[in-house]
């Protein structure tokens, strides 16, 4: 297991404290051999998925540090310890409550802004961080989608048929297959559709077609499902369908593999509403936020 992140102060400066200018890269690799991490842990990435955790530990504890003036930076992505991180590392662990002795940092982190120094230290000094502040914000963001996808596949619940079967063509639609809703995909006949909800084109071109089967369905999708699906798509002469459905399918019907050169891809609801919230379809905007990070290049001569 990734050590909590106000564990990385420590590590930090006892990689700078050499004398030498170091690269994120080197404190990266400091870190995983102090603590010891096996591989698995050292590939371990945060919600986004953008970054390892040790990454993204490093990088804020080097920020910490700096805004306490333990650490500098010496050029662009390189860093060296101060003459009072010498001293602090010296003294022992280097904590968030070491941290908080300087009103640099106090300044930066003070979590209430109305409040006077003293009691923004006072604050700081009985708090753990175990989290770094771009991973609170990514399980949160989690935490909103998952929120947003239950929804969502409630709704799908409560919608008729024909309904559900439109909505998962604007799906299939808004994930690239087809160019656009005017001629990539249809929707058959809700009666008489021989087990082919929908046919939706696998490129603009039209050059292949895929066959859909929608079931707004609350009970189990089994094994027997999936066979009669793979047999209306070999009674169509396809080759390629897509079973989606509201509720969930039995490990035999994830298991099953059909003859030949058929490929069926199950989609269950909570994978539908994943897609939908990032396709955009039965979702709308709220509130947008930007996290920007400093342009190296544009501050070089």
Known sequence: MVPKFDSFFTPYLKCLSDGNIHKNKD?????????????????????????TQVYNRV????????????AEKAMNGQYKITAEGLKRLKAGEVTLRTLAEYPAFVEFYGRKPKANTKQKKEVIATEEVEKT????LEEAYSQLNNQLADDVLASLKDVSPQKFEQIVVDVLVGMGYGG???DAGTVTAYVKDDGIDGVIK???LGLDKIYVQAKRWNNCVGQPEIQKFVGALVGQGA????FITTSYFSKEARQFQPKGDVKVVLIDGKELANYMIECGVGVSL?????IKRIDTDYFEE
Do not use: C, H, M
């Open 27 to 51: 404190l990266v690799e400091f870190a995983i051999k102090y603590f010891g991490l096996t591989e698995e842990e050292a590939q371990e990435r945060i919600a986004n998925q953008s970054q």
């Open 59 to 70: 990088l804020w504890a080097g920020t910490y540090l700096r805004k306490a003036g333990l």
């Open 202 to 204: 696998e490129d603009k």
């Open 239 to 242: 080759k390629k369908g897509v």
């Open 133 to 136: 502040p771009i991973e609170v």
């Open 180 to 182: 656009s809703l005017e």
């Open 286 to 290: 709220k509130q947008s936020y930007q």
